[in-house]
Nanobody, 122 residues
């Protein structure tokens, strides 16, 4: 089982950028498809983006398409979420997830991080 730790969250203004990182330990990331999810206060957790094990395929929620970019660095066993043109509605706790067999928009990923807070002020 891989352990995941998110970092890079913070308080920014609308229009700013942030890059979230998801560091893995316990096993190399090359065996895992990975995803980012978020949960805003009072709302259910939702899908943000996912990247295949090879890194050659990515999918995004419509709400972040064109503003967010998911990527991975196998050498550093790290996944990233570059977030540009941030909006107040992007405010949430962001979680990374990983799974050896599942890849998609659902919640079937086996491993989850503890989350990092992103707050976007207007």
């Amino acid at each position: 089982q891989v352990q995941l730790v998110e970092s890079g969250g913070g308080l920014v203004q609308a229009g700013d950028s942030l890059r979230l990182s998801c560091a893995a330990s316990g096993r190399t990331l090359r065996y895992y498809a990975m995803g980012w999810f978020r949960q805003a206060p009072g709302k259910e957790r939702e899908f943000v983006a996912a990247i295949s094990r090879s890194g050659s395929n990515t999918i995004y929620a419509d709400s972040v398409k064109g503003r967010f970019t998911i990527s991975r660095d196998y050498a550093k066993t790290t996944m990233y979420l570059q977030m540009n043109s941030l909006k107040p509605e992007d405010t949430a706790v962001y979680y990374c997830a990983a799974d050896e067999g599942y890849w998609g928009r659902g919640f079937a990923y086996y491993s989850w991080g503890q989350g990092t807070q992103v707050t976007v002020s207007s």
